[in-house]
């Protein structure tokens, strides 16, 4: 019987261990926490979106789309349900975002342990392992009080995003251990910070907007959303979605801009009859009662103090100038940003190992045979909406099977 070695309890390497355990092997799994699947409790605000029945590879990101692209197409949305399923889980579609029909996440970490523990997966937990190596064709890791060996490794061991969940980036070290290259792992889904002095005024504030991210004058993602302004910058869902984008740039020392459309549902061509018929009728008004229902009072005093315009002023005396300079700021919020909130804010990371050296069918190391890699620990990650757990399933599942068996 093939002996299994899985480093990392959390999404991918659980299923990894039930992959493996179904196909015959005899599987260990070595967890530093007290308890598997820590990090999954707390996804999707702890209700776990599983995943999403949008499965267009622009959802994914990393430095080899066919990589994932492979990836999917052997284990994928209809296989991922149907592994659930059989773990007792029914999902809940809401807009093809899926949940556990309990909306638990810890229903989720349950049914996985469960599963384990019932193909007999010896899970060894308040075990850090401090060392691995290959020796005579079988791989050994040195805890504090045990060597543990086996036939073939899975490397599940996270990447370095919310320590708190017991990701501390040991799994990059194993790689590298192993002869593995890293693209260079950087925050990713998280908050973007700026020095700009509005931020403080505007702190709490929500609002429906289009974010467009620019390096210098080439724009890098987009995306419209809820967001939310803070005392340090810009969060909410369309931030995360481009922050890889933007952390990268940063990274490269490049300067980094912020575009906020705050009026994102208006078609462009119908905005200035719009705003000409809102000033017409609000003639009478001051300046800043014009935005009265469009914008709260903290963000409307921003606005006009951007388009440079006093807020007592009557709205019909507006010049030409100063009506498209009123709107310019509603449309074009500019803010300069200079970091993200980093690692122990973001919810998963980019970069890590490169998928050049896997292959994107079984996810074994094409640099060491029976070394398998599964979920942030690769140079994948998702944009949010169940795409991250998607792939943990993916990677976690192939690594698993393809460990236990002979090619």
Request: charged content about 25%.
């Amino acid at each position: 019987m093939r002996q299994v070695l899985i480093i990392g309890g959390g999404a991918s390497g659980l299923t990894a261990a039930i992959s493996a355990a179904r196909a015959g092997a005899k599987v260990t799994l070595l967890e530093q926490n007290k308890q598997v699947g820590k990090k999954l409790l707390v996804t999707g605000n702890g209700r776990c979106n599983l995943t999403n029945r949008d499965q267009a590879l622009s959802h994914y990101r990393g430095s080899s789309p066919a990589f994932i692209k492979s990836a999917l197409k052997a284990f994928g949305l209809w296989e991922t349900l149907e592994f659930f399923q059989g773990l007792g889980i029914v999902t809940r579609d809401r807009n093809g975002y899926l949940y556990p029909y309990s909306d638990q996440a810890s229903a989720v970490a349950d049914a996985l342990r469960m599963e384990a523990e019932h193909q007999k997966v010896k899970l060894a937990l308040n075990t850090r392992v401090q060392k691995i190596r290959k020796e005579k064709g079988r791989f050994f890791a040195e805890t504090f009080g045990w060597t543990y060996e086996g036939d073939a490794l899975i490397l599940a061991a996270g990447s370095c995003a919310a320590a708190q969940t017991g990701s501390d980036g040991s799994g990059y070290v194993f790689a590298e251990t192993m002869g593995h290259s890293l693209i260079k792992p950087l925050p990713a889904l998280v908050q973007l910070r700026s020095k700009d002095p509005i931020f403080p005024k505007l702190k709490g504030l929500r609002t429906e907007a289009k974010v467009t991210l620019f390096s210098e004058k080439e724009p890098l993602a987009e995306d419209t959303g809820e967001v939310q302004f803070t005392e340090y910058g810009l969060s909410g869902i369309p931030v995360f979605q481009v922050s890889r984008y933007g952390v990268k740039a940063l990274e490269q020392g490049k300067n980094l801009r912020a575009v906020l459309d705050l009026l994102p549902h208006m078609k462009k061509e119908e905005l200035p009859s719009f705003w000409e018929d809102r000033i017409h009728a609000g003639a009478y008004k001051s300046a800043g009662q014009l935005l009265v229902g469009l914008f709260p009072k903290n963000m409307a005093d921003c606005l006009l103090k951007r388009a440079e315009i006093p807020s007592n002023k009557t709205a019909g005396d507006l010049t030409r100038e100063e009506r498209k300079a009123l709107l310019s700021a509603c449309t074009s919020f500019e803010v300069k940003l200079s970091a993200s909130n980093g690692f122990e804010r973001a919810q998963v990371c980019c970069g890590g190992v490169d998928t050049r050296e896997v292959n994107g069918k079984t996810m074994e190391s094409v640099l060491v045979p029976k070394l398998y890699f599964a979920g942030e620990l690769l140079d994948v990650d998702g944009a949010c909406g169940g795409y991250n757990l998607q792939w943990a399933w993916t990677s976690g599942y192939l690594a698993g099977l393809y460990s236990a068996v002979d090619k």
